[in-house]
């Protein structure tokens, strides 16, 4: 099931019906906390690339929300910040591993073999879409460490929660961890939608991330209600200097960062990233819940946060997309819905009612 | 004059008095017309990554602004916009030729060298902090082309107006194409204050740029009103296709790109930027028809945009700082001052008056 | 079986035993014919970097052996052979397809992504060690061509013969020129064991090579009694300026190319390529048709060229140890043995009677 | 006098007439001695890769001629050795101080910008085409250290004798060497004619590098006696294992390194390399002993080691040209003749001769 094409949407057609969009959660709105946040920042000059006094708070508060230093840098997109936060974790010549679904090496276009300068992702299996640390110990112990001609193992890349919608338990990212520090791999984690991930595993932004050994972590926000701001946060300050420079020479330090500071703020200000995730995951959970058992219709993966993959027979497709429910296909037979902080109960139940007509 | 670091502003003291920013024009605030846009932006879905509705009107009303058919890519920072921008005009081993101060060469931590693969940038010297056609047909006499040990001519960036403040002349582009289009060297503008030059020339956009043989912009709108968004838009309709590939891959294209698509929009909705840029104008003219003659304050450059350079003594630049003036100090004697769309006339002729005190 | 580390070869014990090694065909000696072609080039001054008379003979006596135009470039290593040709083939965001055996893709220490400013290798599986049509044309089908997020197909690469000693049979190429063309892909051919592959074939290097669709090939010499030369032959003329650049700065170009040229050209002379060849996988094959039956002993892979890849119980492999035969191990019951030109049959005949010993 | 062209050498008409070939070092012929010692190194089998005899004598060897522990990494041209030299000193958003006229900035066709990931050349004035203490102190204080938006000083290369045939003297490069110590840049020296400065020099290979700062050296073999082989010293063992990762995927490690292996140590075997680099310089030091005060003759460089820049009026270039003196055309009227270790007081005298007789 990996490495498929992002299919094009099946598209509602354009009459007058009511158009449910589940396609992502990157085409949903912004939220009305965040747009009030950027409005506010609005105001007079402001010292740029960062050097501002909402940027200045941005560390602050998030070493409040992870109970630990950090070090936010607020970047335009997921891709740029995957693959800027791998930059400073390998050398060109490194090996970085990640699930065969991952994100960065199914759909980023290369930015990691770009910014890395060459590194090498190494795809593995692993049932639920999860990295597990036994195939990871296995890749290690075959890579050859110390032998010239192979790329070096040099990081572990975890998608939280992963690209079908599943969600690492601590204990097994604390387990990759140890495989991890054995061999001296730093990991990172991709938290495109990490609000989400944290809602499911009812834990602390900590506990999810440097307490079972995350060193650098690819903030999502822009899926969950910012308008186009994501963000890296660095828990190891010996990385923080050299990722400073990258992350400038790629072009990403806004010169008017107030502006990407405040959609961050506003984010985890009163927990808003965890309400809006707990929204999203509670359409997708309601979705789970009232079509189990439907004949022909299969769960491609768990659902333990805001995606549900599930396995159609054609014309159920066919009659999804005629009654103006968006989607992607992911294969012949297999279609992903997203569930989005901004959505709504009622077209959810469409969406379910639709499927049952069917039936 | 070259290569001068960015110093540390000159801050203002803390005490109760007024403060007055002449510190860059990427300190300004957003104009209302824009966030006004970004809101309104903010409605129900929109597909992703630049498939959205405001996106497809990119295009199009940039092509009626440019009078030519051409392709927009909105883009965080000028930074990327520049560096990715050459790197679909040059192979990883070409040349690239701009003025010894150009942005790209002095101010982007190797952008241009990370984005194109490993290019060169040649800085040339040229009066008025602009590139002369005959130092790059000299240059490009002596670059050896076609000997396998020398990196080959490739592109020449232009930046209109000039790290100084300075604006080209359309004759002098129009001389620099000549000898580009003898060499096949491809030409890229760096436009972060394309609009202030185009208010100082009267002409229109297609006349400043693809007429005079520009085949790719970096069309600045940040420090012209707009929040985070600037752009690359392109002439020459060979490079598109290459072009987004590189964008996507260096992490630039946003998922929720309308809210991009819809500060450039409106940027350029009524002549906004036309109007911002000739506000920021006129305020440096107001500044340089009313210090000329003050004793031991010289222009470092003409004032021709929105920036004014100057050189004064210590005790005249202890002066200013000490009453609240804001501004970059580029060298022992040198300032520099940007005016911004958002500046007001009180303000600079507060500057004035501090100026003169001490005449 | 893929990607397996190059494990430590079992030495021999140090005892005055005789030493049998099969460890590479890298470890041989250089033919008298060669080192007598670079004694002779040792004569008076020549011009550098290719522009000497011996390197201009390369490219006319290469179009003899290849029955076309084609352009020589002598190269160090083949791993530059074939990072520098893909780098002529692929965009930094394209994809290379290519066998999970694949040097490239294993043993080269991310020399293509380093090369290629980033592109990405897809390994796909294929019976006997060879690519498949079928599995190429797949894999692109799903890639998203056109898709701005994915890495676009840009190249296919062939080892012919490949590393685990099987070879293409020119249908199954002209199979996958097929797919390749149809797609726009380029085929690169890395030849590091060219030679023996043609023998096996006994057709000519043009019908191994650009008649079924191979535009540029890595041409072996080291390992077949060259001292310290490879080749990049190109059959496409297009990429043959890119290249040039492209091989000079990554510091490929030789001064004395003189040297090189002389080996590449007493490499061709005679037929010494094909008759070093014919020697190697004769004895290969002996060992082949010598130990078939011998219980415990397994072939790995079919003999088709001068490897040969057995699986054995560890007892015979300790016993082979001892007994002075020098092999790598792949994995834990899997050796390899490779056959040199200048290896003997009382060599191969000792080993045959160590592992018959203990049956 | 920087940044020119590699001009076409001024080819000698083709009739009978004697050609002397003064055109650079790398025409040159190989040493006997080193032919003799890669003979002697084609016997048996070698384990590939640098794990041989002779390379694992190469450090010992290397590390006393430098009374040092070093690393020696044979490497198949100065080119190369530079680039991957650097590319251990600098991180990709480096700044690496050079003189203007640097082989490394001029002739390699942005090989450093390639394998640094993008690090940028900073080209500075120097009289006697050295690089100067003070210019490097001026340069590294504008640069802007800490700033995010400008390349890093990280690296300092001199070329040692420079590209212009002169020498820095040990007390220039301690004063270097202070300045980088100062600021941690980490120094590097070109030794493309590593022999030739020695021998003017009369100082020990220790005196001449670690003992003034050099932490990694490309040492030349090529231009003064070797076939196809030079290679990096380095110091700082620190640098040592990041840089084999390096070398190997840049396609620089040979499989039969034992062939470069005995070039090496051949090369400094008795001290060959001086006396082949006093043989060279001694010819240079007879032209210009010889030819001073000839009338419109004028000398570009002091010559310093074994090469010679003159400057001279057309009429007199043309008449060496008639008479079969070949040498390169550096600039309309400037020449450069290089002495080789092979050749002979004959030719030079010759040569000095066809000058005087337009006096």
């Not at 690819?218 to 209600?225: A, E, L, R, T, V």
């Not at 405040?262 to 009163?270: E, F, I, N, P």
Request: glycine share 8%; aromatic share 6%; hydrophobic share 45%.
């Amino acid at each position: 099931m990996t490495d498929l094409p992002d299919s094009k949407p099946g598209r509602a057609h354009a009459n007058a019906q009511r158009v449910i969009d589940f396609r992502s959660d990157n085409v949903a709105s912004a939220s009305p906390e965040i747009i009030a946040a950027m409005l506010e920042a609005n105001t007079d000059t402001a010292t740029p690339y960062g050097d501002d006094q909402l940027s200045a708070m941005l560390n602050d508060r998030f070493s409040e929300v992870f109970e630990a230093k950090v070090t936010v840098f607020p970047i335009a997109t997921g891709t740029a910040a995957n693959a800027l936060a791998l930059s400073a974790l390998t050398p060109p010549y490194g090996a970085i591993y990640c699930h065969s679904a991952a994100h960065i090496h199914t759909s980023e276009a290369g930015a990691t073999e770009l910014l890395t300068g060459g590194a090498k992702l190494i795809p593995l299996e692993g049932d639920g879409f999860r990295l597990h640390a036994s195939a990871l110990a296995n890749a290690v112990a075959t890579a050859g460490i110390g032998i010239r001609n192979r790329s070096q193992p040099a990081a572990v890349s975890l998608t939280q929660a992963t690209e079908f919608g599943t969600v690492y338990r601590l204990d097994e990212i604390a387990a990759i961890a140890e495989v991890a520090r054995s061999h001296r791999l730093k990991i990172h984690m991709d938290g495109a939608r990490f609000a989400n991930a944290l809602v499911t595993l009812g834990c602390s932004p900590a506990a999810a991330t440097w307490r079972v050994g995350v060193e650098v972590l690819s903030f999502g926000c822009s899926k969950n209600g910012g308008l186009n701001a994501d963000a890296i946060v660095v828990f190891n300050p010996d990385l923080v200097e050299d990722l400073s420079y990258r992350i400038r020479r790629s072009g990403h330090t806004w010169s008017k960062m107030r502006f990407a500071a405040a959609q961050l703020l506003a984010y985890v200000q009163g927990d808003l990233y965890l309400r809006s995730a707990r929204r999203a995951n509670g359409l997708a959970a309601r979705i789970a819940a009232n079509i189990a058992g439907i004949p022909g219709v299969g769960f491609a993966a768990p659902v333990e946060a805001n995606e549900v993959y599930l396995t159609l027979p054609e014309h159920k497709i066919d009659h999804l997309i005629k009654n103006g429910i968006q989607f992607l296909r992911r294969a012949p037979r297999l279609i992903r819905l997203v569930c989005r902080f901004d959505g709504s109960e009622e077209d959810v139940d469409h969406f379910i009612a639709t499927l049952k007509v069917l039936e």
